[in-house]
């Protein structure tokens, strides 16, 4: 419905016109309350945002059965954001279209730094799920994150192989040079490896995220003999680099970037997945009472615990259904008009905290997360090399 001081009529060559003045104002909300998704659910990069449409999914159901937002129920308005930087602008105008409340999105850091921009210059706040590289809250003031930033992460792995190998001294490292976020946790790892006296860096080789053939790389990692290969590439690519690895006779340790944190990855290495060592910003078995409830839920369907990606997704929705209910106390959420609500729950996210899945969270003024526990998980493979799971290191 379009308030009247916003519409004019005029009529033009006979035909009825309308228009839009005062671009202030938007449309007033609907019912139920529309967030937006932009999640990758095609593409190679579908390996990664199915995990975060189920936690986006999971987190409308949750909320919704504990009453939305004060009385008013909650959508979750889906858009494939896909694996490319023009599915994320796609997807984004898509919701911003719809009049959504905010957008939980993209997929990738390489895609938040083309879409962000768009929503932030429309004043609709982004709360990016999965985004980790460095800059991503400094797009804008609209931009926060609920996934932690490599710098803060990505270090707990290099020092868990520490812990597990401490003879361990030199280092192969390998990014997908094609792709931000890759780019940002390796520059994170090669400056860790630095910075530790015990460490050399014996190589660094790069390759794109659509290679499938990483015969160069991984026999320059092979003259070097390290006794630490660190990989910063998505599930596909980095996948299938860790098992050209192990096939050329690599048998030290491995230590996977945020892009292999996915049990897809299972299908793709298989049983040379075995051992690879992942930071985690989530682990299945804190004892926050909403992990629980998100565990229990997962579980009920999936028959298994649920990862990172889906932990982060349900967090980032849970994060706007809590400011938006804030609001609601004051008044209704229902009465606004969709413009003047998204810059209160802008306001609102990056005031309030919120006991979530992932421990009690915060956002700076940027809008980075305030996050305090995170853990490393090595990944064991089944007998049948098909399935595995991730187990948390003590
Ligand atoms: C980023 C990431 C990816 C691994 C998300 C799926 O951390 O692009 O920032």
Redesign the pocket.
Known sequence: MLANRNVRQIALGGALVLLTFGSHLGAAMTEPLPIGAAL?QTSN?AL??QE?IIGVRLAEEYFNSKGGVGGTKIQVILEDSAGDEASAINAFNALIRKNVVAIVGP??????FAADPLADKAKVPVL?P????KG?PQIGPFVTRV?AP?AIVAPHALEAALKRNPQLKNVAVLYAQN????T??SMTFQEAVKADKRLTLGTIQKFQTTDTDFTTQASEVMKVKPDLVIISG?AADGGNLVKQLRQLGYKGLIVG???L??PNVFPVCQKYCDGILIAQAYSPEAGDAMNKALVELYQKKHKKMPGQ?TAQAFTAVQVIVEALSAIDQKKKVTTYDVKELRQELNKQILGQSFQTALGPISFDKDGEIVQKSFYVAEIKMDADNKNGKFSFLK
């Open positions: 990758s990069v990664l945002g975060q997929t990738l850091s390489q895609q938040a990016g999965s985004n980790t590289a991503i996934s490599v792709d931000a976020f890759n940002s946790e998505l970037g945020n892009g944190n996915t990606f």
